[in-house]
């Protein structure tokens, strides 16, 4: 992937395994998300998971994670993204975390809208995401992107269990 410079001074880039104690660092100013959704506090676990986890019958090169830096090369984000999963041309983003330092500024869309633009170009149609019913800040945002929901699941996330919402946001032309 090529870096993808944002109009604000931040910039995505591809992360790759190399930044473990940064991933961390990050999992641990982002908590509230790990509590609300795992019941514990992050931890190395956690980052391994974001690195290595990948869905039934995808490899590596169907996984990317994805880092959004601020212009101090901070990394203030992570995405991880799935290519061609549940079906080809439909991608999965698995997590979309941002400090809580840059949350409600904008960065969120402007982050998705670069996406869009990268993955279309790749020959994504759609992305798919799943969001816990108690996480009522991302189901506005996501909402708030076009995400429409399309069914519930339900998941055990570490130390608890979820009703997750899955929600489909079809690129337009």
Request: charged share 25%; proline share 3%; aromatic share 8%.
């Amino acid at each position: 992937m090529r870096e993808i410079l944002l109009e604000n001074g931040y910039r995505i880039s591809e992360l790759g395994k190399k930044t473990p104690a940064e991933l961390l660092d990050l999992c641990v100013r982002c908590s509230d998300y790990y509590l609300l959704h795992c019941g514990v506090s992050p931890a190395e676990r956690e980052v391994r998971e974001i690195l290595d986890d990948l869905p039934p019958n995808k490899g590596y090169e169907d996984k990317f994670v994805l880092g959004v830096l601020n212009n101090q090369n901070k990394l203030v984000g992570v995405l991880d993204i799935i290519r061609d999963y549940v079906d080809k041309g439909e991608w999965t983003i698995g997590l979309m975390l941002l400090d809580p330092l840059v949350r409600g500024k904008r960065l969120g869309q402007t982050v998705h809208s670069a996406l869009i633009d990268w993955a279309r170009g790749l020959g994504a149609k759609s992305f798919r995401i799943g969001v816990i019913e108690e996480n009522l800040n991302g189901q506005a945002f996501w909402k708030a992107m076009g995400y429409q929901k399309i069914k519930d699941v339900s998941m055990l996330l570490t130390e608890k269990t979820h009703t997750v919402n899955v929600m489909a946001l079809t690129f337009k032309d």
